[in-house]
């Protein structure tokens, strides 16, 4: 049974930092299209940050610069660094695994990140 538990979120100052993990049970993330989604409520989820099987990333507009997004094969983990935060980051994020073959696309059950003014 594949798993996905995000954790790092809470509560932290504009400006400052927070690192989210995603980590992996019942599937090898190293093999998988990883994903970081960000979601308010009454808008759509959005991808924050991406990282392919290869090691390539991809980063929304709004985050690059700030986000950096990072896989630990050994520990299973994709990390989500996150700095210089804004009052628009709050959200809850939610950690995605996507692979083509065998088909599989999981998300995680999110963590809240608010970050206050």
């Known amino acids: 049974q594949v798993q996905l538990v995000e954790s790092g979120g809470g509560l932290v100052q504009a400006g400052g930092s927070l690192r989210l993990s995603c980590s992996a049970s019942g599937t090898n993330l190293g093999l998988a299209l990883v994903g970081w989604y960000r979601q308010v409520p009454g808008k759509q989820r959005e991808l924050v940050a991406a990282i392919s099987s290869g090691g390539s990333t991809n980063y929304a507009d709004s985050v690059k610069g700030r986000f950096t997004i990072a896989r630990n094969t050994n520990k299973n983990t994709v990390y989500l660094q996150m700095n210089s935060q804004s009052t628009e980051d709050t959200a809850t994020y939610y950690c995605?695994?996507?692979?083509?073959?065998?088909?599989?696309?999981?998300w995680g059950k999110g963590t809240l990140v608010t970050v206050s003014s």
């Open positions: 995605n695994a996507h692979q083509s073959w065998p088909a599989m696309d999981y």
